[in-house]
C-alpha cells in the first residue's frame, strides 16, 4: 500500500505522500483482492 501511494505522489511529480495518496492507494488494492476472490471463488465452482 505505502509503495502504491508513492507511486501515486510520483506521477503528480510530487516528493511527499498525501492522506489522499494512501486512500487511493488502499482503494486500489482492495479492489485488486476483490478481484482474485471472485476469480478465485470461479476456479473452485
Same mark, same amino acid.
Given at each position: 500500500?505505502?509503495?502504491?501511494?508513492?507511486?501515486?505522489?510520483?506521477?503528480?511529480?510530487?516528493?511527499? @505522500?498525501? !492522506?489522499? /495518496?494512501? #486512500?487511493?492507494? &488502499?482503494?486500489? @488494492?482492495? !479492489?485488486? /483482492?476483490? #478481484?482474485?476472490? &471472485?476469480?478465485?471463488?470461479?476456479?473452485?465452482?
Amino acid at each position: 500500500v505505502c509503495t502504491e501511494a508513492g507511486m501515486y505522489a510520483l506521477r503528480e511529480r510530487r516528493v511527499h @505522500v498525501t !492522506q489522499e /495518496d494512501f #486512500e487511493l492507494a &488502499v482503494a486500489k @488494492v482492495m !479492489q485488486k /483482492d476483490s #478481484e482474485k476472490n &471472485v476469480s478465485l471463488k470461479k476456479l473452485w465452482k
